[in-house]
């Protein structure tokens, strides 16, 4: 679904460096979440935003950090980079209450 | 908190039909949802259930039963095209947010 596009898709980083991941979407909805999936753990929320004023911690935030630089734009940090970060991370949206997540094509990163 | 449990694997044969079965159990249920994940790919949306009963779309229906804390998904006329992951996920705690189940990995065979 190109209306939500995440950059990069594929990424090789080393423990301790710093990175970040960029979504942003041209659907209008206020709502963005970044998720990670890992094989036999299934997708876990990092953190959301359900506006540019709004950010909070989802079930597994340690470790990472967000911004929501507009309402189009929310980026995800790793601070320093360990090797459990490796994964597949997801940048969602969504309208609201009750609507369903639209998915951003996600970013494979591999932390060495 | 929110506890979902799927099968992790199910095999099937090309036109037959299969139900992949989610139970759960969460404090403010507001909705399920189920996705479909082809491998390296994103979710994508299939169906949503609020409220008890079947809901139809097609070749896919999804069933719900808040009381029992359960839901189904139904494939039918299955072609090689449905060989996916399947994901189950429930809306609760408040707002948007949804906890997902590890997924149910179908393989469609001839």
């Known amino acids: 679904d190109a209306d939500v596009t995440q950059t990069p898709r594929n990424r090789i980083t080393k423990t301790g460096k710093r990175i970040m991941l960029e979504c942003s979407q041209t659907?209008?909805?206020?709502?963005m979440y970044w998720y990670r999936q890992d094989p036999g753990l299934g997708l876990r929320l990092i953190y959301y935003s359900f506006d540019v004023k709004d950010i909070n911690k989802g079930e597994i935030s340690d470790g990472y950090s967000v911004s929501r630089q507009a309402q189009a734009k929310f980026s995800l940090s790793l601070e320093s980079a360990i090797p459990n970060q490796t994964a597949l991370y997801f940048c969602a949206t969504s309208v609201g209450f009750g609507s369903p997540l639209h998915f951003g094509n996600g970013t494979r990163l591999t932390v060495t | 908190g929110q506890n979902i449990d799927q099968p992790t694997e199910m095999t099937a044969t090309e036109g037959a039909i299969v139900q992949i079965n989610c139970t759960y159990q969460t404090s403010g249920f507001n909705g399920l949802f189920w996705y479909q994940q082809h491998a390296g790919e994103a979710p994508t949306f299939l169906s949503y259930n609020v409220l008890d009963g079947l809901e139809e779309k097609g070749r896919f229906s999804s069933f719900l039963s808040r009381s029992k804390g359960y839901s189904y998904l139904l494939l039918k006329e299955l072609q090689m095209k449905d060989s996916a992951s399947y994901l189950c996920?429930?809306?609760?705690?408040?707002?948007?947010?949804?906890?997902f189940g590890t997924g149910t990995q179908l393989k469609v065979e001839l």
């Open positions: 996920a429930v809306g609760g705690g408040g707002g948007n947010k949804l906890t």
């Open positions: 659907k209008g909805h206020d709502r």
